[in-house]
């Protein structure tokens, strides 16, 4: 680990030592640590094309260009690590997969159910475990907005009793429109959806709900927007009518 990514840990309010645990590292900058990282890497899920991972070029040279970054572990319901990501400092998009990688086995389940057993699903891997060691939370974190059908079928078999979906809070069109379409396909594979909102960066508060936890802000929990009406809990039948 370079000390970047401690300040990193830092910044975010992480503890260094389990971030490390977890399977956080620096991206590799010499020959030798990316051989070590490409040793972990094989026999993974997730990972189908190892030598194209982008970790190094055709001539086995570390690529300079992703070596300014951390290494996240996607990690299962079981700690088994299915897939990796890289989030590099300066570098647009921030986010990269090796190539190679399925979707639906990037993932990352952090925290533990508890009674309630209400499962946060969030938009990226690195925000699911920064919320779930800040807010004691039960999290899911998939990349990006790529919510597959795999996903749906690990969380069936999380048997959560309520999905409370936590979105970044900004009036970005992408995230509207992805918070819409989550709902639908969580709904429609017969899950209790609702919705985790807080002051967010639009009100000037905290874009993620990672960063609405080390801060302190309050989240709160939500229904379904009435924009979707199907999408609401039927009304109680009337007894005892006079028409009856």
Not at 11 to 36: H, M, N, Q, W, Y
Not at 50 to 74: C, E, H, K, M, W
Not at 80 to 97: A, D, F, Q, S, V
Request: hydrophobic fraction near 40%.
């Amino acid at each position: 680990m370079r000390r970047e990514l401690e300040l990193e840990l830092n910044r975010r309010g992480l503890d260094v030592e389990r971030a490390i645990a977890f399977g956080f590292r620096s991206v590799p900058r010499t020959k030798a640590a990316t051989a070590g990282i490409m040793a972990v890497l094989r026999g993974l899920e997730g990972v189908e094309a190892l030598r194209q991972t982008g970790l190094y070029d055709s001539s086995g040279i570390p690529n300079a260009a992703n070596t300014d970054g951390f290494v996240i572990p996607a990690r299962d319901e079981n700690g088994r690590i299915t897939g990796i990501l890289y989030r590099l400092y300066h570098h647009e998009p921030k986010y990269l997969l090796p190539r190679g990688t399925r979707l639906q086995s990037v993932y990352l389940v952090a925290g533990e159910p508890g009674p309630e057993r209400s499962l946060v699903l969030v938009e990226g891997p690195l925000k699911a475990y920064a919320a779930s060691e800040q807010g004691g939370i039960w999290a899911f974190g998939v990349n990006g907005h790529a919510l597959q059908h795999g996903h749906l079928e690990t969380i069936a078999r999380l048997e959560p009793f309520e999905v409370l979906l936590a979105l970044d809070e900004d009036a970005n069109a992408r995230t509207l429109k992805a918070r819409e379409r989550w709902t639908r396909r969580l709904h429609g594979e017969g899950f209790v959806v609702r919705r985790l909102t807080w002051e967010g960066l639009e009100l000037g508060g905290p874009k993620g709900i990672d960063d609405a936890y080390q801060c302190g802000a309050l989240v709160r929990v939500r229904r379904l927007t009435r924009a979707m009406p199907e999408l609401q809990p039927p009304r109680p039948r009337r007894v005892g009518s006079a028409h009856a």
